[in-house]
């Protein structure tokens, strides 16, 4: 199992971009997804998340800017982020919680290898 993310880049300040994580491998659910950002210097936050069906929570710092959306058939994610700052800069990292195979008693986590995004002012 391995989550891509890709979508990251440059992009002024009050601009917009969209990143992307795609869920591949044999799967039995991909259960909650999330989005997690690491600013330099600082430590991962956990910015957006979304369940299985559709409940989205965000972080005060994107409320009202950012918006995470699924689809289930594909097993994709996406961060629409609009009105982008300066601190929104950093590495952007997909997360997810899967149940892989039926023999397994619990879901685990996984991790994305991060995409870049840099908001110039």
């Known amino acids: 199992v391995q989550l891509q993310a890709c979508g990251g880049g440059l992009v002024q300040a009050g601009g917009s971009l969209r990143l992307s994580c795609a869920v591949s491998g044999s799967v039995v659910s991909v259960n909650a997804l999330a989005w997690y950002r690491q600013a330099p210097g600082k430590q991962r936050d956990l910015i957006a998340g979304?369940?299985?069906?559709?409940?989205?929570r965000y972080a005060d710092s994107v409320k009202g800017r950012f918006t995470i959306s699924r689809d289930n058939a594909k097993n994709t994610m996406d961060l629409q982020m609009i009105r982008v700052e300066p601190e929104d800069t950093g590495v952007y990292y997909c997360?997810?919680?899967?149940?892989?195979?039926?023999?397994?008693?619990?879901?685990?986590?996984?991790w994305g290898q991060g995409t870049q995004v840099t908001v110039s002012s």
């Open positions: 997360v997810a919680n899967i149940w892989v195979d039926y023999s397994d008693e619990h879901s685990r986590e996984y």
């Open positions: 979304i369940s299985r069906s559709q409940i989205t």
